[in-house]
């Protein structure tokens, strides 16, 4: 059925007062009774709010290089740190043609279960909702800072030319000599002489 690929079994704990051995257990029955050898486990003990942790990122890995088929976890929020996360996770294991399969929550990407399009489908919306919320909370906190005055963007260095431009021009020098001179755009040299 898998080929050369794994079955992989991630499991994650927040702490260390914590144990992953419920987890285990029925995720092994639960591949026993489908049938699935369990080649690897993998476990990370590391708050779900880190991206980075050494067995996800060592499953991933893996993934990429196409060495697993199915990963079978126990919750959702155990794989990814928030919806935009696992939407990425999501992504890249539908790219590799990796199942994900979460018995608990009835997930089950796999090619034998009809549902498994509509369900990839239903993380992918709201993946793209999370993603509009963060955007337009974004737009929202930039608007309040600039009503408050706030500027973005660079500093303006323009200004700390406008002496050498005016007594330049004084001097009888051109406006492209000025720019050569002072190398400028010859535009920026238009608009101070203008603002002065």
Request: charge should be positive; aromatic fraction near 4%; proline fraction near 3%.
């Amino acid at each position: 059925m898998m080929g050369m690929k794994q079955i992989v079994i991630y499991s994650r704990v927040s702490t260390d007062a914590q144990n992953h051995a419920s987890q285990l257990v029925e995720l092994r029955n639960y591949c026993v009774g489908r049938g699935w050898p369990i080649v690897e486990e993998i476990a990370d003990t590391i708050s779900g709010t880190k991206s980075s942790r050494k067995g996800l990122d060592r499953l991933m890995a893996m993934v990429r290089r196409d060495k697993v088929s199915v990963i079978v976890c126990y919750k959702l929020d155990r794989i990814g740190r928030s919806l935009s996360h696992i939407a990425g996770i999501i992504e890249e294991l539908a790219k590799h043609e990796v199942a994900l399969v979460i018995p608990s929550q009835l997930i089950d990407t796999t090619t034998t279960n009809p549902m498994a399009e509509m369900q990839l489908g239903i993380l992918a919306v709201f993946a793209q909702l999370e993603r509009s919320i963060i955007v337009e909370r974004t737009r929202a906190g930039l608007a309040v800072a600039r009503a408050k005055g706030v500027k973005f963007g660079r500093p303006a260095t323009l200004g700390g030319h406008r002496e050498h431009v005016t007594g330049l021009r004084a001097r009888g020098f051109t406006i492209r000599e000025i720019a050569t001179q002072l190398d400028i755009p010859s535009s920026s040299v238009f608009k101070l002489l203008k603002a002065a």
